[in-house]
T-cell receptor
Framework: QQPVQSPQAVILREGEDAVINCSSS?????VHWYRQKHGEAPVFLMI?????EQMRHEKISASFNEKKQQSSLYLTASQLSYSGTYFC????????????FGTGTRLQVTL | NAGVTQTPKFRVLKTGQSMTLLCAQD?????MYWYRQDPGMGLRLIHY???????AKGEVPDGYNVSRLKKQNFLLGLESAAPSQTSVYFC?????????????FGSGTRLTVV
């Protein structure tokens, strides 16, 4: 089963903050976050491990709530360069050799 | 350092034709993957490999075959192309697997089946 991402799309003004959520119905071993710009390949941002600390990539951070089987991506003081589609990828406990991706959250940052 | 290289970048096939997509990585990664990306559906796993000589099915394997004869290469074959296989195909690799390592993606192959 695919993880569920929310919201599906968000529009921000430069400098505003946003949160993207990724929820799973299955036990998670790790959660990845990727950003894909239009016409390009997805790019790895960060990985969160079970029992691990909150991670950060520039002004983007993420957390992993094991109890809720959920991860959240926090985009602080957004920049135009943050525009793109964000995907979470989940590695499930017991089948951690592959990622299952959510359907993505489209983020547009405007002036 | 090339990373993950996919060939070709674009291809148009007629229904029933066959083709092979090549993925090559120069990072000494053990794990390699083929995903397809369709609008609104995210990335769906076709096949993957956890090491040279191994392959396994993903969630949408029908109509595709793969081979990993050399550690650096992962080939995806379409034996008899169908319009439903029109998609963007991404290859990815990982040092030891996504439990602890991120994916590096190739730039993609845009395939149209008419």
């Amino acid at each position: 089963q695919q993880p569920v991402q929310s919201p599906q799309a968000v529009i921000l003004r430069e400098g505003e903050d946003a949160v993207i959520n990724c929820s799973s119905s299955k036990a998670l071993y790790s959660v990845h976050w990727y950003r894909q710009k239009h016409g390009e390949a997805p790019v790895f941002l960060m990985i969160l491990l079970k029992g691990g600390e909150q991670m950060r990539h520039e002004k983007i951070s993420a957390s992993f709530n094991e109890k809720k089987q959920q991860s959240s991506l926090y985009l602080t003081a957004s920049q135009l360069s943050y525009s793109g589609t964000y995907f979470c990828g989940t590695a499930y406990t017991g089948t951690a050799s592959k990622l299952t991706f959510g359907t993505g959250t489209r983020l547009q940052v405007t002036l | 350092n090339a990373g993950v290289t996919q060939t070709p970048k674009f291809r148009v096939l007629k229904t029933g034709q066959s083709m092979t997509l090549l993925c090559a990585q120069d990072m000494n990664h053990e794990y390699m993957y083929w995903y397809r990306q369709d609008p609104g559906m995210g990335l769906r796993l076709i096949h993957y490999s956890v090491g040279e000589g191994t392959t396994a099915k993903g969630e949408v394997p029908d109509g595709y075959n793969v081979s990993r004869l050399k550690k650096q290469n992962f080939l995806l074959g379409l034996e008899s192309a169908a319009p439903s296989q029109t998609s963007v195909y991404f290859c990815a690799s990982s040092f030891r697997g996504p439990a602890n390592y991120g994916y590096t993606f190739g730039s993609g192959t845009r395939l149209t089946v008419v």
